[in-house]
């Protein structure tokens, strides 16, 4: 298992402003994921975080409005950039502890509304 | 690429059973799994099918057909606590990529 802490667990923006959300795991994991549930919505994959390199966005998603750190195997950080109310969402961190169990833990989600 | 169906909501009264379908469609089958999300929580772990057939754990049970692309979770003898969202996922890829479908809410009543 893992436990993970995420912060901010909430946040009202500015358009046009970017917040960095962090993502702490309280172990080592290969394999973190960052997911956006908007109201009412089921999640979305936004990208995978590597550590050590680049993160790998999924369709829809790109590097300048959300880019991703993962400086180690336990921390990574998400960033909305020129944040819009379009993004009033949910954003959930998630690792697989593995062994490629498939077993996803989540974050408990930070909650960003943009006014 | 993945398309996941779900239908969205239902209501059941206590000690009730439900059953909660999702059909896929993906290329390259991993294993389907399901989340239990309450309102304002993040999601947990439920089951995960990779074979065809019923899982049983407690009073809930996953059911696969790979053939049909389709599967399903059986609730029995609801309880209030599992009003909740139940979200079917299937990976993109063996890295564990989950697709998730729209969830279908279940609301236990009384």
């Known amino acids: 298992s893992a436990v993970i802490s995420q912060k901010p667990s909430r946040d009202i923006c500015q358009r046009g402003t970017s917040l960095t959300i962090q993502c702490q795991v309280d172990s080592q994991v290969t394999m973190m994921f960052w997911y956006r549930q908007q109201p009412g919505q089921s999640l979305t994959l936004i990208a995978t975080?590597?550590?050590?390199?680049?993160?790998?966005?999924e369709s829809g998603f790109v590097i300048d409005k959300f880019p991703i750190s993962r400086p180690n195997l336990t921390f990574s950080t998400l960033t909305v950039s020129n944040m819009s109310p379009e993004d009033s969402s949910i954003y959930l961190c998630?690792?697989?502890?593995?062994?490629?169990?498939?077993?996803?833990?989540f974050g408990e989600g930070s909650r960003l509304t943009v006014l | 690429g993945q398309n996941i169906d779900q239908p969205t909501e239902m209501t059941a009264t206590e000690g009730a059973i439900v059953q909660i379908n999702c059909t896929y469609q993906t290329s390259g089958f991993n294993g389907l799994f399901w989340y239990q999300q309450h309102a304002g929580e993040a999601p947990t772990f439920l089951s995960y099918n990779v074979l065809d057939g019923l899982e049983e754990k407690g009073r809930f049970s996953s059911f696969l057909s790979r053939s049909k692309g389709y599967s399903y979770l059986l609730l029995k003898e609801l309880q209030m606590k599992d009003s909740a969202s139940y979200l079917c996922a299937v990976p993109v890829d063996g890295n564990n990529r989950l697709a998730f479908g729209k969830g279908n809410q279940v609301v236990v009543i009384p």
């Open positions: 975080a590597n550590q050590g390199s680049e993160a790998t966005y």
């Open positions: 998630s690792v697989d502890p593995g062994p490629l169990t498939g077993e996803l833990f």
